[in-house]
Nanobody, 124 residues
Framework: QVHMVESGGGLVQAGGSLRLSCAASGRTLSMYHMGWFRRSPGKEREFVAAISRSGDSTAYVDPVKGRFTTSRDNAKNTVYLQMNSLEPEDTSRYYC?????????????????WGQGTQVTVSS
């Protein structure tokens, strides 16, 4: 089992940037493909991005393409989500999640382990 803790959320103005981190303990994060999801009150959990175990492959939901970048440092057991050009619509609680094969899925039920989330609020 892997335990993950997200950090880096906060309040930012529209157009600003934040970098979220997902630090793992327990099993090494390099064993897992990683995903980022977000959830707003009253809404379903939404897939945001994914990165393969090696970091060679990534995937993004259309609304964040060109603005968000996910990366990982397996030596530090940490995954990142760089968020630029933030919009009020990006306001949500962001979660990292770990999964085994295959590489990625937009379905949150396909992920095995979850962090507790970090809140991102974008003001207009």
């Amino acid at each position: 089992q892997v335990h993950m803790v997200e950090s880096g959320g906060g309040l930012v103005q529209a157009g600003g940037s934040l970098r979220l981190s997902c630090a793992a303990s327990g099993r090494t994060l390099s064993m897992y493909h990683m995903g980022w999801f977000r959830r707003s009150p009253g809404k379903e959990r939404e897939f945001v991005a994914a990165i393969s175990r090696s970091g060679d492959s990534t995937a993004y939901v259309d609304p964040v393409k060109g603005r968000f970048t996910t990366s990982r440092d397996n030596a530090k057991n940490t995954v990142y989500l760089q968020m630029n050009s933030l919009e009020p619509e990006d306001t949500s609680r962001y979660y990292c999640a770990a999964k085994n094969e295959p590489f990625w899925s937009v379905k949150y039920l396909d992920y095995d382990f979850w962090g507790q989330g970090t809140q991102v609020t974008v003001s207009s």
